[in-house]
């Protein structure tokens, strides 16, 4: 079992930045990729990013490319999501998950594939 945490969402004018934390407990955190979705009203939830379980690839939607970036620090447990330039249409609730490493060669970008969600962290970007 891992629980996970989101923070550090809030109110930001487009162009701004921002950077989201993740933080997990339970068991071995080096044991899981971790994944970035979000949810915008009305929508379905979509893949934002992930990254391998040592750090090492990291995975973007189109949309985030060049913008956004993911990490890890295994020693802290913790995921983070560096959020630039961004833009109204970025704005939506941010989960992380955790999917187990076994048998993968990468991340999904399936959120059906990852098995423990935080509760969100809701992302506003004005205009």
């Known amino acids: 079992q891992v629980q996970l945490a989101e923070s550090g969402g809030g109110l930001v004018q487009a162009g701004g930045s921002l950077r989201l934390s993740c933080a997990a407990s339970?068991?071995?955190?080096?044991?899981?990729?971790m994944g970035w979705f979000r949810q915008a009203p009305g929508k379905e939830r979509e893949f934002v990013a992930a990254?391998?379980?040592?750090?090492?690839?990291?995975y973007y939607a189109d949309s985030v490319k060049g913008r956004f970036t993911i990490s890890r620090d295994n020693a802290k447990n913790t995921v983070y999501l560096q959020m630039n330039s961004l833009k109204p249409e970025d704005t939506a609730v941010y989960y992380c998950?955790?999917?187990?490493?076994?048998?993968?060669?990468?991340?999904?970008?399936?959120?059906?594939?990852?098995?423990?969600w935080g509760q969100g962290t809701q992302v506003t970007v004005s205009s």
């Open positions: 990254i391998t379980w040592s750090g090492g690839s990291t």
């Open positions: 339970g068991r071995t955190f080096s044991s899981y990729n």
């Open positions: 998950a955790a999917q187990p490493k076994y048998g993968r060669v990468r991340p999904s970008t399936n959120q059906e594939q990852y098995n423990y």
